[in-house]
């Protein structure tokens, strides 16, 4: 039987004032806006390229009709307290179905196709597969077996996000391999490269 992938979206919902909220301090609201909804469009893109199964996750409610409409095969509903909870759900659905699960967000200008593929490949060989930023936390992770420790005890929103989920999977004894750091984009400083998004 051929391995099932399936890669798991995290989105937030595009509200005005709800997204991108530390470029909306200097960019005003309707900019951090704009970008956010072309940065989803950028991961649609790369999500409808990829040739595999695409669950999209989003943070508020499901809207009917949506860029993604055309992309998943299924959307649901977050489901937790803190970011932690919400990825540990998201794995429990996703493995109960498939062979390996590699779950991106929505804010890496420079995700491709490429990297998706990588990340499912290194699963052959690996336990764990993740995918730092260049602010200490990580745009991508992906496992073959569900693990809920690599979502407890981490304190989310820091600069020690990846260091800490990598020396629990190396703690459990559970082998991790990390693809190439990316930027993440939060602040008008991580667009540097990317002046499309400003467009």
């Not at 779950?103 to 699963?123: E, N």
């Amino acid at each position: 039987m051929p391995t099932k992938n399936l890669l798991i979206i995290f989105t937030k919902n595009p509200l005005l004032g709800r997204v991108k909220t530390r470029l909306a301090k200097t960019l005003g609201d309707q900019k951090a806006l704009s970008i956010f909804k072309k940065l989803l469009a950028q991961a649609a893109k790369t999500a409808s390229e990829w040739n595999g199964d695409v669950w999209v996750f989003y943070a508020d409610f499901l809207p009917e009709n949506d860029l993604w409409s055309s992309v998943a095969q299924r959307k649901v509903l977050q489901e937790g307290k803190g970011l932690g909870e919400r990825m540990a759900h998201a794995f429990g659905l996703g493995l109960s179905s498939y062979d390996n699960v590699v779950l991106i967000g929505t804010d890496i200008p420079a995700i491709s196709t490429q990297v998706i593929q990588k990340a499912f490949m290194v699963l052959d060989g690996h336990d764990f597969v993740i995918g730092p930023t260049f602010d200490g936390g990580y745009f991508l992770i992906g496992m073959k077996a569900f693990h809920s420790y690599v979502f407890q005890d981490i304190t989310w929103s820091t600069a020690s996000v990846f260091v800490q989920t990598k020396q629990k999977i190396l703690d459990h004894h559970h082998s991790v391999f990390s693809l190439q750091p990316l930027i993440d984009v939060d602040s008008e400083s991580d667009l540097a490269g990317f002046e499309w998004l400003l467009e």
